[in-house]
Nanobody
Framework: QVQLVESGGGLVQAGGSLRLSCAAS????????MGWFRQAPGKEREFVAA????????YYADSVKGRFTISRDNAKNTVYLQMNSLKPEDTAVYYC???????????????????WGQGTQVTVSS
């Protein structure tokens, strides 16, 4: 089992920044990659960004490219999501997820992730 705990959410004005953290514990040696997803009220969960655990290859949704940066600290078993130039449409609950199997470049599918955090609320005011 892998446990994931997110932190860093909050309320910010449009144009501001936040950094989310996701700390992994348990069988972290089994992690192949980690991702961030978000879900706004009445909408489906959508992919935001992902990173491979060993090589550090990154993937981003088009809507956040150039504004968000995902990174990892393997020594701390922690993944970060630096969010800059935030927009009201970024408002959502953000979830961290871990996958334990290789799936090529298909990091954007929620169904490929085995473990999920509890989520952290990000609210961007206009």
């Amino acid at each position: 089992q892998v446990q994931l705990v997110e932190s860093g959410g909050g309320l910010v004005q449009a144009g501001g920044s936040l950094r989310l953290s996701c700390a992994a514990s348990g069988r972290t040696f089994s992690i192949y990659g980690m991702g961030w997803f978000r879900q706004a009220p009445g909408k489906e969960r959508e992919f935001v960004a992902a990173i491979s655990w060993s090589g550090g290859r990154t993937y981003y949704a088009d809507s956040v490219k150039g504004r968000f940066t995902i990174s990892r600290d393997n020594a701390k078993n922690t993944v970060y999501l630096q969010m800059n130039s935030l927009k009201p449409e970024d408002t959502a609950v953000y979830y961290c997820a871990a996958k334990t199997k290789y799936s090529g470049s298909y990091y954007h599918l929620p169904s490929l992730y085995d473990y999920w955090g509890q989520g952290t609320q990000v609210t961007v005011s206009s």
